[in-house]
């Protein structure tokens, strides 16, 4: 099983080329499969086939086109704090992935207490829950059930759907489309041969794209990455750039210099592991040692013991991790846990973002 995984992931990396003699042309095969289904999926909502519910508040979702990561979790925190801080009452819904109560749905904080740990509710819903104090998170597999407890409960003027865009049977006023700006559709395949969830044709259903690690050179090129029938529909797109921007802070919270951890054995659990290590060297971290797991990897104690161990082997006395990753560990660790903490940096974007997100308030 771990082979197959690993060869498909090494796919997702290529240039999308397939021989008919290459084991890839099976993959191929299934990603047509899955692309029609995802295209007939569209199809009949936009024929009306199939209706969408709505929720009795304003609906924003936030999403993307290709598995792995893209900094969802940073723009909707980002979307949070804005609608907060416009006075606007908001809630974050979550499909709570890998979370124990995800298929039933529950409340996972009611911005005041977390009631859940991360093996009930997921790791983003918990650190998004903790992060954001004065706005609940509710969890839910069916989004327009959690959606409704979730204003039932809390009455909000706004729903942020964090992780929604393939979830159209919840009806949303703002689509926003998150695409790493190095590489937004991977090799332009759909699952398994890509990292595409859906066929690209769905870029239609977006109010905006936010490219993410970008510069102005990614919002230019951005519709070069598409085929000729989609280009278009996306010169009519807003396109926006972000970066990421990366602190340090150490197990109370205070943010810490580079000098102040001194050598670190770095670890994480997330879809792009490679781009912790880069974080780290930019902040110009010392890294004495690494290990890095799949996605939403779920740690036991005696992992985290040999964490320990090996950091010691090579010279670390601080564990350093991600924000998603440390609600999980915290509790098991006994050497000083620090932390990368991300947000969204959206420079001479910013007041397009702002404005985007002001539709949904002034309507």
Request: glycine share 10%; proline share 6%.
């Amino acid at each position: 099983m771990g082979i197959m995984t690993d060869y498909i992931e090494r796919a997702f990396e290529d240039d999308g080329r397939t021989s008919p003699v290459s084991p890839k042309f099976a993959l191929l095969g299934l990603s047509k499969v899955y692309g029609a289904l995802g295209r007939a999926k569209r199809a009949a909502y936009e024929q009306g086939l199939l209706e969408a519910k709505r929720l009795p508040a304003k609906v924003v979702a936030i999403g993307n086109l290709t598995a792995g990561g893209t900094g969802k979790t940073p723009m909707t925190l980002f979307a949070a704090r804005w609608f907060q801080q416009k006075g606007a009452r908001v809630v974050i819904v979550s499909r709570g992935y890998g979370g124990s109560l995800s298929k039933r749905g529950a409340v996972v904080s009611d911005g005041d207490v977390v009631f859940l740990s991360p093996h009930e509710a997921g790791d983003e819903p918990v650190m998004m829950a903790e992060q954001l104090p004065g706005v609940p998170v509710v969890i839910g597999s069916d989004r327009y059930a959690a959606g409704m407890e979730a204003c039932d409960r809390f009455r909000p003027d706004v729903v942020i759907l964090d992780d929604a865009y393939q979830h159209i049977r919840l009806a949303r006023d703002l689509n926003i489309l998150l695409a790493d700006g190095r590489r937004p559709f991977g090799n332009g395949h759909v699952l398994p041969r890509g990292s595409l969830r859906e066929p690209l044709s769905a870029l239609s259903w977006a109010d905006a794209v936010v490219l993410t690690r970008a510069g102005q050179g990614d919002v230019h090129g951005f519709s070069d990455h598409l085929p000729e029938e989609l280009r278009g529909m996306a010169a009519s797109l807003p396109v926006l750039s972000s970066t990421h921007r990366a602190t340090l802070v150490d197990g109370t919270g205070r943010p810490v210099t580079p000098d102040e951890l001194g050598p670190v054995f770095l670890f994480s659990g997330i879809a792009k592991n490679h781009a912790v290590e880069e974080g780290a060297e930019k902040l110009g971290v010392t890294i004495a040692g690494r290990r890095f797991f799949g996605d939403h990897h779920p740690y036991t104690e005696a992992e985290i013991a040999a964490l320990e161990e090996q950091a010691r082997s090579c010279g670390a006395s601080v564990l350093l991790t991600t924000d998603k990753d440390r609600v999980k560990v915290r509790s098991m660790a006994s050497m000083p846990l620090a932390t990368i903490m991300v947000s969204m940096d959206f420079n001479e974007d910013l007041p397009a973002v702002t404005s985007l997100l002001e539709t949904l308030i002034r309507q």
